[in-house]
């Protein structure tokens, strides 16, 4: 797979699209509405900046996997309701985008990507390429996948967009979340490397409401892995105008994830 030079990766987290904490809680679309309106400035002034976006299940997702423990195996109409549910919140994400006149395509991971016992073994990325190469905004998002041990498992966008930022040679990817990475006081984590993550694990939880991939905690264990391991620069942070704008203009911003 040939990298994407300058390649931005941004994962909009799902308790920021939706309201994660009710059993089917709907979206949030001021925040929807809010995303694309920032991301269409910054592409009406950076035209040529290849960019791939991700978001996370939400409630749409969790809801279904949660009611027929998708996590553990393969459940026939749990696939189904959970691949449907995560194809409609794509479509509201993609037509937000649309709307203002951003060239965007939903990509959904069940139809490409392959595991074994819950992690990534194989994907089929050519399309995905192509269209960041013409200017089109793939859409990816946490998802059920087809898994070679268990039948099916769930795939989470925070193992997904390290691995596609490994894939792609990107080393700047950003994860928009509904709350920043606390410490004990309540003041945001600048920084997580190496030498302090054993330290501020402790301050690493779950999320509110229904999650199976690990919430906090199990986003910024996927981060570490790719940091140690390829080098991969990763930022956490809220999903304000002031910090989407200054992330993505390769400044940084809330807590950043690195070696």
Do not use: W
């Not at 998002?141 to 087809?146: E, F, I, K, S």
């Not at 140690?228 to 304000?240: A, L, P, W």
């Amino acid at each position: 797979m040939n990298s994407i030079p300058n390649l931005i990766i941004l994962k909009i987290g799902g308790s920021y699209l939706t309201e994660k904490n009710r059993v089917d809680g709907p979206p949030i679309l001021e925040n929807i509405h809010l995303f694309s309106k920032c991301l269409a400035q910054f592409i009406h002034s950076h035209p040529k900046q290849p960019i791939i976006l991700a978001h996370g299940a939400g409630s749409f997702g969790h809801t279904p996997a949660a009611k027929y423990h998708l996590a553990e195996g393969f459940h026939k109409t749990g696939v189904v309701e959970c691949e449907m549910a995560m194809q409609e919140l794509s479509s509201i994400i993609v037509n937000s985008l649309i709307k203002e006149g951003i060239s965007a395509i939903p990509f959904h991971p069940f139809n490409f990507v392959v595991t074994e016992n819950k992690r990534i073994v194989d994907m089929y990325l050519q399309p995905l390429q192509m269209l960041v190469n013409q200017g089109v905004i793939p859409v990816v998002h946490g998802d059920v996948a087809m898994d070679i041990m268990q039948g099916s498992c769930i795939l989470s966008a925070d193992q997904l967009v390290p691995e596609l930022a490994i894939r792609f040679g990107c080393h700047r990817i950003g994860f928009i979340c509904n709350s920043p990475v606390l410490n004990d006081k309540r003041e945001v984590i600048p920084l997580i490397n190496e030498q302090n993550y054993e330290s501020i694990k402790k301050f690493l939880h779950g999320c509110k409401g229904i999650d199976v991939t690990g919430g906090m905690a199990g986003k910024i264990n996927e981060l570490m892995i790719a940091a140690k391991k390829h080098n991969i620069q990763s930022y956490v942070f809220k999903g304000t105008k002031e910090c989407l704008e200054l992330f993505l203009e390769g400044n940084d911003v809330g807590t950043k994830i690195c070696q």
